[in-house]
Nanobody
Framework: QVQLVESGGGLVQAGGSLRLSCAASGKFFTILSMGWYRQAPGKQRELVATIPSGSNTIYANSVKGRFTISKNNAKDTVYLQMNNLKPEDTAVYYC??????????????WGQGTEVTVSS
């Protein structure tokens, strides 16, 4: 069973920084992509950033220049460095991964979510 475990959320003032981490564990063949999504109260879940295999990265326009996604392949971990946080960044942040679990199966997995609150 594959699990994604997130950490690093919390309360921060506007202009501050937080770093989220997400580690994958369990039995799997290889991680194809990892990323971060967020869901604010009353809104739909949206993509924040994703990093497929390789070094390419994709960011939502609202976080470009402020957030940086990176990964440590040896630790099966993805990070989200969030700088210059704004109140509108307040949301529950979810880690997501597309993982090759073998036998031709490539499944999507989600973390439990970590809350980020930015005060003005």
């Amino acid at each position: 069973q594959v699990q994604l475990v997130e950490s690093g959320g919390g309360l921060v003032q506007a202009g501050g920084s937080l770093r989220l981490s997400c580690a994958a564990s369990g039995k799997f063949f290889t991680i194809l992509s990892m990323g971060w999504y967020r869901q604010a109260p009353g809104k739909q879940r949206e993509l924040v950033a994703t990093i497929p295999s390789g070094s390419n990265t994709i960011y939502a326009n609202s976080v470009k220049g402020r957030f940086t996604i990176s990964k440590n392949n040896a630790k099966d971990t993805v990070y989200l460095q969030m700088n210059n946080l704004k109140p509108e960044d307040t949301a529950v942040y979810y880690c997501a991964a597309n993982i090759d679990v073998g036998w031709g199966r490539k499944d999507d997995y989600w973390g439990q979510g970590t809350e980020v609150t930015v005060s003005s």
